[in-house]
Nanobody, 112 residues
Framework: QVQLVESGGGLVQPGGSLRLSCAAF????????MRWYRQAPGEGRELVAMISSGGDMTNYADSVKGRFTISRDNAKNMVYLQMNSLKAEDTAVYYC?????WGQGTQVTVSS
């Protein structure tokens, strides 16, 4: 069964850090580009970061450049999103994606 399972969300103060993880099951993970999206309340889904199948190419939304880092471990079928210097506007549900495959999302709340 094809599944993407996110974890690592939570409540963090502004300026803090979180690391999101996404475990992939049921497809050839190492052959696919992976993406992180986010959706804030009342907003559309926004592409945050993407990483190529081999991990050699990454791209980021302007709003997170210099603060977020996407990485992957193809041996473990995992993709990660390291989020530093978090801001209130980073509050959203974060989703792992590959093509038409989506995880259930993990909530990130940045608040003092």
């Amino acid at each position: 069964q094809v599944q993407l399972v996110e974890s690592g969300g939570g409540l963090v103060q502004p300026g803090g850090s979180l690391r999101l993880s996404c475990a992939a099951f049921g497809f050839s993970f190492s052959g696919f580009t992976m993406r992180w999206y986010r959706q804030a309340p009342g907003e559309g889904r926004e592409l945050v970061a993407m990483i190529s199948s081999g991990g050699d190419m990454t791209n980021y939304a302007d709003s997170v450049k210099g603060r977020f880092t996407i990485s992957r471990d193809n041996a473990k079928n995992m993709v990660y999103l390291q989020m530093n210097s978090l801001k209130a506007e980073d509050t959203a549900v974060y989703y792992c994606n590959s093509g038409n495959r989506w995880g259930q999302g993990t909530q990130v709340t940045v608040s003092s």
